[in-house]
Nanobody, 127 residues
Framework: QLQLVESGGGLVQPGGSLRLSCAASGFTLDYYAIGWFRQAPGKEREGVSCISSSGGSTNYADSVKGRFTISRDNAKNTVYLQMNSLKPEDTAVYYC????????????????????WGQGTQVTVSS
């Protein structure tokens, strides 16, 4: 059974940190770029970050650049999103998704470029 499972979300105070994980089972992530997205209530899903299949190329939305870091461990079939200096506006459900290719396209990740999605993990930044 193919599964993509996000974990690591929770409640954190402004300025705090969280590390999200995206673990795959039933298939290997090795050949695919992986993206992280988020969706806040009443808003459209937005691309946060992407990492190429090799991990050699990454990109970030301007809103998270310098605060978030995406990485991957292909041996563990897992992709991570380290989130530092969190702000209330980072509050959202965070999703990981498998890209249709091995590379990240230019600009923010776009949902139509991704084929398989996890169920999401809630991140709430509040004092």
């Amino acid at each position: 059974q193919l599964q993509l499972v996000e974990s690591g979300g929770g409640l954190v105070q402004p300025g705090g940190s969280l590390r999200l994980s995206c673990a795959a089972s039933g298939f290997t992530l090795d050949y695919y770029a992986i993206g992280w997205f988020r969706q806040a209530p009443g808003k459209e899903r937005e691309g946060v970050s992407c990492i190429s299949s090799s991990g050699g190329s990454t990109n970030y939305a301007d809103s998270v650049k310098g605060r978030f870091t995406i990485s991957r461990d292909n041996a563990k079939n897992t992709v991570y999103l380290q989130m530092n200096s969190l702000k209330p506006e980072d509050t959202a459900v965070y999703y990981c998704a498998v890209a249709l290719s091995s590379y990240c396209s230019g600009g923010d990740p776009a949902p139509y470029e991704y084929d398989y999605w996890g169920q999401g993990t809630q991140v709430t930044v509040s004092s």
